[in-house]
């Protein structure tokens, strides 16, 4: 499989229970992490199957710093509460305090730098949008030097946004429906991919494709889970 080092790398990785997608993942986390770069989980505590990472905060800059190398989990609601930011009133050098709603995505965008962090079960505390803190982490990882890899159970619980600045996309077995509002030509591209492991997880259950959605090529097809 490519190696997932190289920085600004946005993937999305489809597959049902039992595909092997928790084995990928697994796979490029510790390949980043051997590279010497920290690695960040975000997923619920009740997620058995990453047990031995120790669950740090990122709620300050100095604390995401300390994790230098290795793997870390992140509880995302361990990262949701409200706090106050002052905001320049329009047309007026006044300022106003102003309570805004805080997550996950507000802490790894201001304090995670040069990293890659996994987001399993994104659903689960992204909503249906990309949007808030949510877009703003995207819209910068470029220069906080991060590589995302979404973890999903199908293509409709995806986004639609997500889709426009993906990097890579790593399918395997899934049983749902495209999102109806996906970009028409990424939407044809993952129904012809869909079309290719239906075809092939007769004979594999583990069989998926790995697709460069940046330069439009297959990267590794089929994928050893």
């Given at each position: 499989?490519?190696?997932?080092?190289?920085?600004?790398?946005?993937?999305?990785?489809?597959?049902?229970?039992?595909?092997g997608?928790?084995?990928?993942?697994?796979?490029?986390?510790?390949r980043?992490?051997?590279?010497?770069?920290?690695?960040?989980?975000?997923?619920?505590?009740?997620?058995?199957?990453?047990?031995?990472?120790?669950?740090?905060?990122?709620?300050?800059?100095?604390?995401?710093?300390?994790?230098?190398?290795?793997?870390?989990?992140?509880?995302?609601?361990?990262?949701?509460?409200?706090?106050?930011i002052?905001?320049?009133?329009?047309?007026?050098?006044?300022?106003?305090?102003?309570?805004?709603?805080?997550?996950?995505?507000?802490?790894?965008?201001?304090?995670?730098?040069?990293?890659?962090?996994?987001?399993?079960?994104?659903?689960?505390?992204?909503?249906?949008?990309?949007?808030?803190?949510?877009?703003?982490?995207?819209?910068?990882?470029?220069?906080?030097?991060?590589?995302?890899?979404?973890?999903?159970?199908?293509?409709?619980?995806?986004?639609?946004?997500?889709?426009?600045?993906?990097?890579?996309?790593?399918?395997?077995?899934?049983?749902?429906?495209?999102?109806?509002?996906?970009?028409?030509?990424?939407?044809?591209?993952?129904?012809?991919?869909?079309?290719?492991?239906?075809?092939?997880?007769?004979?594999?259950?583990?069989?998926?494709?790995?697709?460069?959605?940046?330069h439009?090529?297959?990267?590794?097809?089929?994928i050893?889970?």
């Open positions: 499989m490519k190696k997932h080092t190289r920085l600004s790398q946005q993937i999305i990785l489809i597959g049902t229970n039992g595909t997608k928790t084995s990928i993942a697994t796979e490029i986390m510790n980043t992490a051997a590279n010497g770069r920290p690695v960040f989980i975000v997923h619920a505590e009740k997620e058995e199957k990453y047990d031995p990472v120790p669950f740090v905060s990122i709620k300050n800059r100095q604390d995401a710093a300390k994790c230098k190398r290795g793997i870390f989990a992140i509880r995302p609601t361990d990262h949701e509460f409200h706090r106050v002052k905001k320049k009133y329009e047309h007026s050098d006044k300022v106003k305090e102003e309570e805004v709603p805080t997550n996950v995505f507000t802490y790894i965008e201001e304090n995670v730098h040069n990293a890659l962090i996994v987001f399993d079960d994104v659903r689960n505390y992204s909503g249906n949008q990309v949007q808030g803190f949510f877009k703003k982490m995207l819209v910068n990882r470029r220069q906080n030097r991060q590589d995302f890899l979404f973890m999903y159970h199908g293509t409709s619980d995806t986004p639609p946004g997500l889709w426009a600045n993906a990097t890579d996309f790593i399918l395997l077995n899934t049983n749902d429906d495209i999102p109806p509002r996906i970009n028409p030509t990424k939407k044809q591209l993952i129904q012809s991919l869909r079309a290719i492991v239906k075809e092939n997880v007769v004979h594999n259950p583990f069989f998926g494709i790995h697709y460069d959605l940046k439009n090529r297959l990267i590794e097809y089929p050893a889970a």
